[in-house]
């Protein structure tokens, strides 16, 4: 049985619908392709908001909360992309990514629970709380990456 | 008066202030990694909803109603990125992007406002409605790319 029908196996057993058909379309170049074209927007619409957060950039609540709206959906994406038949493609994902799952998972987890206090907390008007969770945002960024992605 | 002032000086008469911040940080090639990206993504996220409208792939109204969302996000993403100081840089937008500027915003309207229809149907249960919807969708889409993206 060769990996890529392991790799099916075990979708099917994960009943994961969705994943089985991206699975089973995707090659594993258009899943590299469309994680890091989550990841690149995710940095479009947070690095404004880090730069508020450190006073580099005008606070303006709006675009907070407009940009915490798409990093809710934005936080969704990347994440099915990771598939085991990715792990030979050419990108920063370090191998922990396919060994150490439950972490991975788990970073993953971290940063959606971040992003939905932002959005919550955007709406508030509260500026010193909107700027902390943005630091708190930052921190599980960094966190993944620091154990997931290579050094640049 | 260079270019990149007189962008600058544009961008302040419009008054938008999230577009003066991403353009004084973001380089040309940024913008069109950015817009590309959303491109990807969109077509992640739509591409499994064309295939049930087709019958190529199992109808699933949980995934419709989740992509349609993630979609009504996407489809704000791309068209700042469509900035003119990126008309030089290579892709596959055609000069109207710069040019027919009028059409070309009332397109992206037009696919925003059939999402925006894409997520109520979706909300509703009735298959053959989303499955026309959908196909409305993948029209508007085409009816862009038709006039202002290179043939592929």
Known sequence: ?????????LALVLGASYSL????????????????????LQGKYFG?????????VPYDANIVAR???????????PWDGFNPSTKDEKSAALP?????????KEA???????IGKLVAVSKG???AAVKAQIGATNKACGGC????REKR
């Open 1 to 9: 049985m060769n990996k890529r029908l392991l790799s099916l196996g």
């Open 21 to 40: 058909t991206a699975f089973a379309q995707a090659k594993p170049e258009t899943l590299v392709k469309q994680r890091q074209s989550a990841m690149t």
């Open 48 to 56: 404004p908001l880090n730069g508020m957060a450190q006073g580099k």
């Open 67 to 77: 940009n915490a709206g798409f990093l809710d959906a934005l936080s969704k994406m």
């Open 96 to 104: 922990a990514v396919y060994t150490d799952t439950a972490k991975f």
């Open 108 to 114: 993953q987890e971290k940063l959606q629970g971040e």
């Open 125 to 127: 008007g509260d500026e």
């Open 145 to 148: 990456h620091e154990t997931f």
